[in-house]
């Protein structure tokens, strides 16, 4: 039986890749579209290890509509899963037109893209940060308020998923699910694959890993007078081989479903960890100390937010198999297969 095919847009970036891995074991056939300016090349050997599989792979600008339509003239797909974006919050701030344009241009181009080739399973990135700094609470549902995102990264999750609302009301024939991704983790089991972190690293588990491994001095823990459980902020980590998975669920779903739908979705775990709780659990894992100090609160971060995933659950049929624990300890082995490489 042919399998079908699944184009995977930002394929060699972290979740993309993880999220390669359970297509193939899933029975799909993933083709990656992507143009390697912020993942390594190296990610398509761990790919080969971990599935003993070439994934083919389109190295093009999705931004750049006419290569785009080029390079995947011949292609067709059952779905596509849409991850290419930027991500790094300060660097959004800084230079938001760079956001704006790559992550809108990118979504709409892949949009006109399905369209024209009547692909109707779509799903794409988005994050909890929609919701913002949740008011009153700290679990959050998906039929919550949003649209106040606290960065121009943000917002581009946000209008992201507006032009996907959008787009369906004009009565495409589209399926369509937009996950919010809550805080991922930790690295494949095998360790062939994992976070690649181009520069210093903005958020927390490569940051402790690296401090770790030596790269850094030591860690600066962003506040400890937030009204939470120890004073540090807590967030809902989610291991990237289970976001991957839900990614796997979310298209089973989409193309069971039987009339066009859009729905969004959390992905998380339903349990808030706190930055003193990540550094305790590091050093359990790990059976190390890891230096670190307090430092001033970082602009922009949320007190405390973790996923109600009970839609994820009952809508995707999708649960996590892995804890905190065993994320950090993905991490960590990951970080030491790297540098012994290097
Ligand atoms: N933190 C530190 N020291 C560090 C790095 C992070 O104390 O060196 C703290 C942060 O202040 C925060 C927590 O660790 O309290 C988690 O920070 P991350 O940067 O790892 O994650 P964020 O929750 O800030 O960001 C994540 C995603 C973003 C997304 C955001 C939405 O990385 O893409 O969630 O809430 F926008």
């Given amino acids: 039986m042919m399998k079908a095919k699944i184009l995977v847009t930002g394929g060699a ?3 993309g890749s ?15 579209v992507d143009d390697f300016r912020n993942s390594d090349r190296g990610v398509l050997n761990g790919l080969k290890e971990i599935t003993g599989q070439d994934i ?22 059952l779905g596509v899963i849409h991850f290419a974006a930027y991500k790094a919050v300060g660097e959004s701030v800084q230079n938001p037109l760079k956001y704006y344009e790559n992550n809108i241009g990118g979504l709409v181009n892949m949009l006109a893209w399905s369209r024209e080739k009547k692909i109707n399973n779509f799903i794409f990135s988005s994050s909890c940060t929609v919701y913002g700094e949740p008011k009153n609470v700290k679990e959050v549902s998906e039929e919550m308020a949003t649209g106040i995102a606290n960065s121009p990264y943000g917002e581009t999750k946000v209008i992201g998923e507006t032009i996907l609302r959008d787009f369906k009301k004009s009565g495409e024939d589209m399926n369509i699910v937009a996950l919010r991704y809550f805080n991922p983790i930790g690295a ?3 360790s ?7 520069g210093k690293p903005n958020n927390l588990l490569p940051y402790i890993t690296q401090t770790a491994i030596g790269i850094h001095h030591e860690l600066t823990v962003f506040g400890n007078d937030y009204d939470t459980i120890d004073g540090t902020c807590v967030r809902d980590y989610i ?11 979310a298209l089973q779903f989409l193309t069971k479903y039987s009339s066009s739908t859009v729905e969004f979705v959390n992905v ?5 960890t706190s930055v003193l709780e990540m550094i305790q659990l590091f050093e359990k894992v ?10 001033p609160r970082r602009d922009g971060d949320v007190t405390e937010i973790y996923a109600n995933p009970l839609k994820a659950n009952n809508l995707l049929g999708w649960i996590p198999k892995y804890s905190v624990e065993d994320a950090v300890l993905h991490a960590w082995n990951w970080e030491q297969k790297l540098r012994k490489n290097e």
């Fill in 268 to 272: 998380g775990t339903g349990k808030g």
């Fill in 239 to 249: 291991h990237v081989v289970d976001l991957a998975i839900a990614h796997v669920k």
């Fill in 18 to 32: 993880h999220t390669v891995v359970e297509l193939v074991n899933n029975g799909f056939e993933p083709i990656i």
């Fill in 192 to 198: 062939f694959l994992g976070e690649l972190p181009l």
């Fill in 13 to 15: 970036g972290y979740i």
């Fill in 56 to 77: 083919q792979v389109l190295s093009v600008d999705i931004c750049d509509k006419k290569a785009l339509f080029e390079a995947l003239e011949d292609v067709n797909a």
């Fill in 286 to 295: 790990s059976n190390q100390q890891l230096g670190w100090k307090f430092g």
């Fill in 188 to 190: 494949h089991p095998s």
